[in-house]
């Protein structure tokens, strides 16, 4: 099958160069032409440029892929920006190396606006999550505004990683029993296969890859289910052929922020089940 979209991440900032062999839909210089007169244009390029300059760098980037002919160049795209003003120390260490990311989302062809997330990036298994609305507010900024008023919004969700981190170090302090663990497994299964047939387990969603993940923690259980759930590569069985398989990676943009920010509450939710 076509991947539905190029991916880069690095452990330095992003050139341009980089970027536009990724997602050169950053680089229009005009919208699609089915767009109409009231949509400003804003490119992605100026954004990135000013994030730089305000000592945000760009390291992860990338582009959904079109089918309808002449639209690829103006498609989704999603860059991953870390706050390097004061250096690039992981905010906690202890779970992992764990880094605030400001993440944003736009294309030129009229299916997003710009779209701006708090994410988290843990380098030990290079996952990148996303947290939901529920815990930081998403900001939305139409197609009508500046390039000034999307980074003083970037500011605003930057203003709010503490809040994100304090929930990650509250989620690392609570224990599930093996049932509670099914529990979310089961749950976290619905989000990413909503036909309910599902091709691995609930068990194999919680299996940790590493040893310094085994710890019962609801982080860990998170996480792991996160990374199994979205990155794939689990073997399983098809539930109409029971013929043998691994898992896809869910690597379209829409898809992996949506999976992405339901795991997030579903780990919220538990957190304030348990107390």
């Not at 945000?56 to 795209?77: E, I």
């Not at 500011?155 to 989620?171: G, M, R, T």
Request: neutral net charge; proline residues 5%; contains cysteine.
């Amino acid at each position: 099958m076509t991947p539905t979209h190029h991916f880069l991440r690095a452990e330095q900032a992003l050139s341009n160069d980089q970027i536009m062999r990724t997602a050169p839909s950053v680089f229009a210089s005009q919208p699609w032409e089915g767009m109409s007169d009231r949509y400003t244009f804003i490119p992605t390029i100026q954004i990135v440029d000013k994030m730089r300059a305000e000592g945000f760098q760009p390291v992860a980037v990338s582009q959904s892929r079109s089918r309808v002919p002449g639209k690829q160049d103006y498609t989704r795209h999603q860059i991953r920006f870390r706050d390097l003003r004061h250096g690039n120390e992981p905010a906690i260490r202890t779970l992992g190396a764990i880094y605030p990311e400001l993440v944003l989302t736009n294309s030129h062809d009229g299916a997003s606006t710009y779209n701006l997330d708090a994410g988290l990036f843990r380098l030990v298994c290079l996952n990148g999550m996303m947290v939901a609305e529920g815990e930081v507010s998403q900001i939305k900024v139409r197609h009508t505004g500046s390039a000034d008023g999307i980074i003083e919004a970037s500011y605003s969700i930057v203003e709010e990683f503490p809040k994100v981190l304090a929930a990650v170090e509250a989620y690392s302090s609570v224990k599930l029993s093996a049932p509670q663990q099914n529990a979310f497994a089961t749950a976290a299964l619905s989000l990413r296969y909503d036909d309910g047939e599902a091709p691995i387990t609930p068990a194999q969603v919680i299996q940790p890859r590493r040893s310094a993940d085994s710890d019962p923690t609801l982080w860990n259980t998170f996480q792991v289910t996160q990374e199994h759930l979205v990155n794939g590569g689990v073997r399983g069985n098809n539930p109409e052929t029971h013929r043998r398989l691994r898992t896809r990676a869910v690597t379209g943009i829409s898809e992996n922020t949506r999976l992405n920010k339901a795991l997030w509450t579903l780990t919220e939710k538990m957190r304030e089940l348990l107390g």
